[in-house]
């Protein structure tokens, strides 16, 4: 009997299904092992699209599935669970387009993606399968929203704690209330009553109305309402992140125009946690190049607030009454170079910045306001461009600052390359010492000054002290610095920053300051199909959450669920949910009549915990039970590398911040409350790569259907028409996906497995090419004729035992395919299943103390063939339980020897040579390793020695 893939598959992937072989049992559980250690193997969910899986998504599924079935041969009590992203402005806009209710898209696609994973014989706990859309999933998404309402971040711990503990702060008078809303700990209260109390505008909680207070509580809370400017999407008739409006202020999803405005939106506010995000970073192991967009996104930038007085306005005040000094406004900056201070010749103000009207003087007016007319039409991401690509533009405003260094006047200005969003929105301008402040200075003729020099010594006729033609922005020595109190000249630049920002601490007008880029979440979408808020709104404005025993706040039946799209850039916001029926918009309770929140959740939500719900999916109490968030999350006192968290967690390199960094957050604020008991979800991180193949496109451009293309002498051609070959990440834009279906009819899921592995190494990028199959395919082929006659269908083992080179080669096989597994290198593992099964190709017989390790070998990577010669063996259960092989070390005896290579007394590559050889020939191999080379390249070779058996010395000149 031939290789028949078709039948095996079908019926081991059956066997799995009825024995239940996957289901992962919890503590408490029947059959629950406490003896074994843990391994929680995740992938990143997938977004069940209508078009279902190509070939590339199940690359990372495929790699988790041989670690999870290695894991359990390997002893482990293995988690490994599948669920579904469903929510989202994909599924939405699919139903809105074919005219069919999201639910029920949603679940044709999430059916049709489950057979395709289970196609591939992927060993998920399919008992644990959850989907964000389910009222029973979301009800844990809502309830996490109300922790997070009903939380504050006090500063002192760096932990959220309950709202209720702030109240209870606040009305023990721990704190003071100042002028801007904002809390003074009570532990200045000392300091502030020395001075004969508190400064004028300082409140205590008893003194303020019951509105004043719950505006202040509201304003500590983790979930708060906001009005912010946001990109706002007429056309989709909703909100977007900055991450979906491209450069030119377009939606990324069907290209509409996309405006800035204020919104009043549900904002969460992760940049409490930005501290923690960032240091904590150090508690995982993840890939450096994610850690380090992690750093960047969060931005942390060290530097000074500085305070610059607006300075009297020049005409003489011919009014008694004209403001004294005092009451002159105070403009902050931040900067994160407050060594330059003394050469700040010019301040900008972003042109929302508050104060710009209050300054602007008379002769200005027109101008400013038609700067900021023009400026409020870009969104964030164009001025943010336009800075870095050198378009400047700005307005003077008619005012003065006054440089609290050297009390020159300085003009200030508006521009849009300063953001309102970062800092202070006001920065002081050096034109010296910063490229868009010198290109801004050349464009308005504002004076340049420079005080930042190179040491002398490296002074030069490059860098001399005349005029700059260009910002001189690297550290260097302080030149022109100095007042009659401090002087900064001839300090380095990290000792000039420590200097001045100590005096200008002591002279009240700065300090120092730790700024971030990360910006508060803004978490309202105009959308119908997201998880809706467990918020009502009362009649005067009030804010009252759903009470926990109400949820999950379902989603409403509605026929029409599109967004109210329109062309006009000033229509209000009009949720879907604005047409829910009554009986669901409103709640009346003690007589009062309420209105649920409009919005929706973004997308973002259901993804930022479905980890934790996958360790108890059923809970009905507790979005996850206490022992089973225990077991799974926390390592073992003896584990060899403790590490909290996922074990291993694999996805791709685009979700480096948005959803990895918004999972961090709500992690940490569940762990601050107690909920759960590790501060990191993902213990480990891998990033697979991706899949490419060619794509083809038009003379137009044009992009045309790969599988309906035809090559003739080298050349492509789509219904007769040429087009040209390219090459690509495959998927729908490219239109060169192909479907795991074709394949695995076609050759079967074991090779289409192994073929994905075999393409290259996991974390690189790899072109697809379907010709190519064939190759793993007949290697199967290979193995089943090693183990059994096709004519007679019976099996190909004897008793042995093995001749001692094929046992040899057994055992460093058994090494080889180990290693590999352990570094997630399934290629060479399966580069050392196919030499080894070449050895045995031609012989009688296979022997059993062979053919049973090897087996278990192939079963991570190829499971169906594995089980079928497993049980033709004679063996009734499952192998997925077996044993991992091991090797006997006194079987890797080679005849080969490794010699470390010193050249000139130092090891620069290593070589391994037959223990037979000769010194030529140690010569020759040795001057040959391309590592070696260079340090050989253009020298003399003095001496060449060889220390028999321990090192090769070459002594070179
Ligand atoms: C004076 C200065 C002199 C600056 C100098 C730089 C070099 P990062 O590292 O990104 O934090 N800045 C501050 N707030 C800004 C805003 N809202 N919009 C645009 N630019 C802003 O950069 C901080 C620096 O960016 C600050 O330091 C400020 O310019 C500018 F030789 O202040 B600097």
Wanted: proline fraction near 7%; aromatic fraction near 10%.
């Amino acid at each position: 009997m031939q290789y028949d893939f078709r039948a095996i598959e079908q019926k081991w992937q059956n066997y799995w299904a009825s024995e239940g072989t996957f289901r992962a049992p919890n503590p408490g559980d029947p059959h629950f092992d406490h003896e074994k250690p843990k391994y929680y193997v995740l992938d990143m969910f997938p977004y069940p699209s209508g078009v279902g899986l190509h070939v590339g998504h199940p690359l990372g599924y495929i790699a988790t599935d041989i670690i999870a079935r290695y894991k359990r041969m390997q002893g482990f009590n293995v988690l490994h669970p599948m669920g579904y992203d469903a929510f989202g402005l994909p599924a939405e806009q699919f139903a809105v387009e074919h005219g069919v209710h999201p639910r029920i898209t949603t679940e044709k696609n999430i059916a049709n993606m489950t057979r395709q994973l289970k196609l591939l014989g992927l060993s998920y706990d399919w008992d644990r399968c959850i989907s964000t859309t389910d009222p029973d999933y979301y009800r844990w998404t809502q309830w996490i929203f109300l922790q997070l309402y009903n939380s504050w971040f006090d500063p002192s711990t760096k932990k959220a704690r309950p709202i209720s503990d702030l109240v209870k702060a606040l009305e023990g008078s721990d704190y003071y209330i100042d002028f801007e809303n904002q809390l003074v700990p009570a532990g200045n209260r000392e300091d502030l009553e020395a001075l004969a109390g508190p400064p004028d505008g300082f409140r205590k909680w008893y003194e303020l109305s019951p509105d004043d207070q719950r505006t202040i509580i509201d304003g500590q809370r983790l979930a708060f309402l906001d009005e912010v400017p946001v990109n706002w999407c007429p056309a989709l008739g909703t909100v977007l992140a900055n991450e979906e409006v491209t450069n030119d202020g377009r939606s990324e999803r069907g290209n509409h125009p996309v405006y800035q405005r204020p919104l009043k939106q549900w904002m969460l506010r992760i940049t409490a946690y930005a501290d923690r995000l960032e240091s904590e970073l150090d508690l995982v192991d993840w890939p450096e190049p994610i850690k380090l967009m992690q750093r960047n996104w969060i931005g942390r930038s060290t530097g000074a607030e500085v305070d610059f007085e607006i300075a009297p306005s020049e005409q003489p005040a011919t009014d008694a009454s004209t403001a004294s000094d005092a009451d002159l406004a105070i403009i902050t900056v931040f900067t994160t170079r407050p060594d330059t201070l003394f050469g700040a010749t010019y301040m900008v103000l972003a042109p929302e910045h508050p104060l710009v009207e209050e300054i602007t003087t008379p002769a200005q007016k027109a101008a400013v306001d038609a700067y900021r007319t023009q400026a409020a039409k870009k969104t964030d991401r164009e001025r943010q461009v336009e800075a870095t690509t050198g378009t400047k533009s700005g307005v003077f405003t008619g005012a003065y600052a006054i440089n609290p260094v050297n009390d020159s006047r300085i003009p200030i200005w508006i521009a849009d390359y300063v953001m309102m969003g970062y800092g202070t929105g006001a920065i002081m301008a050096v034109p010296a010492h910063d490229e868009r402040d010198f290109a801004f200075a050349k464009a308005f003729n504002l004076p340049i000054k420079q005080v930042i020099a190179l040491p002398t010594n490296e002074t030069s006729a490059d860098h001399p002290t005349g005029e700059l033609t260009e910002a001189f922005t690297a550290d260097g020595i302080n030149i022109n610095s100095a007042n009659a109190s401090i002087s900064l000249n001839g300090l380095t630049t990290d000792l000039a920053k420590a200097r001045i920002t100590q005096w200008l601490d002591a002279q009240g007008v700065g300090h120092a300051k730790v700024q971030y880029k990360l910006r508060d979440w803004l978490f309202s979408r105009q959308r119908y199909w997201g998880e809706p808020f467990p918020i009502l709104h009362g009649p005067k404005g009030e804010i009252v959450p759903v009470d926990e025993r109400d949820l999950p706040v379902e989603l409403p039946e509605m026929e029409d669920f599109r967004p109210a799209a329109s062309d006009d850039p000033d229509a209000p916001p009009r949720p879907p949910l604005g047409r829910a029926p009554e009986s669901w918009r409103y709640v009346v309770r003690d007589g009062v009549r309420y209105e649920r929140e409009l919005n929706t959740m973004p997308q973002w939500a259901g993804s930022c915990w479905y980890y934790l719900r996958f360790l108890d999916p059923k809970n009905s109490s507790r979005l996850v039970g206490e022992v089973a968030e225990k077991y799974w999350m926390l390592p073992r006192k003896k584990d060899p590398q403790p590490r909290e968290g996922v074990d291993l967690y694999v996805g791709g390199a685009e979700h480096a911040v948005l959803h990895l960094l918004y999972s961090r957050f709500w992690h940490k604020v569940l762990f601050d409350l107690g909920h759960i008991s590790t501060p990191e979800p993902f213990g480990r991180l891998f990033n697979q790569g991706y899949i490419q193949a060619f794509y083809y496109e038009d003379a137009r451009g044009t992009r045309r259907e790969a599988s309906q293309i035809e090559e003739r002498d080298g050349k492509f051609f789509h219904q007769g028409e040429e087009v040209n070959r390219l090459m690509g990440k495959m998927g729908k834009s490219l239109k060169n996906a192909i479907a795991p279906d074709e394949i695995a009819a076609q050759y079967g899921c074991d090779t289409l497995r192994l073929y994905e592995m075999y393409l290259g190494p996991l974390d690189q990028s790899k072109v697809w090419r379907t010709q190519d199959i064939i190759g793993v395919h007949r290697f199967l082929q290979r193995l089943w004729r090693n183990f059994i006659d096709e004519s007679t269908s019976s099996l190909r083992v004897s008793k042995g035992p093995a001749p001692p080179e094929i046992l040899r080669l057994l055992h460093k096989t058994i090494k080889r395919v180990t290693d590999a597994m352990n570094n997630l290198a399934f290629n060479v593992a399966i580069a050392a299943l196919i030499e080894l099964n070449n050895e045995l190709v031609g012989k009688p017989s296979v022997t059993r103390d062979v053919a049973e390790p090897m087996i278990l070998l192939l079963a991570p990577l190829a499971p169906h063939i594995a089980e079928e010669l497993w049980r033709r063996l004679g063996y009734e259960k499952s192998l997925a339980y077996q044993p991992w092989p091991a090797y006997a070390a006194s079987m890797l005896e080679s005849d080969e020897i490794e010699y470390p290579v010193q050249i000139s007394g130092k090891v620069r590559g290593r070589i391994m040579v037959s223990k037979e050889a000769t010194d030529d020939m140690i010569q020759s191999v040795t001057l040959a390793n391309p590592a070696i080379k260079p340090y050989l390249d253009g020298k003399t070779i003095k001496k060449f020695i060889v220390v028999k058996g321990r090192m090769v010395n070459v002594v070179v000149s």
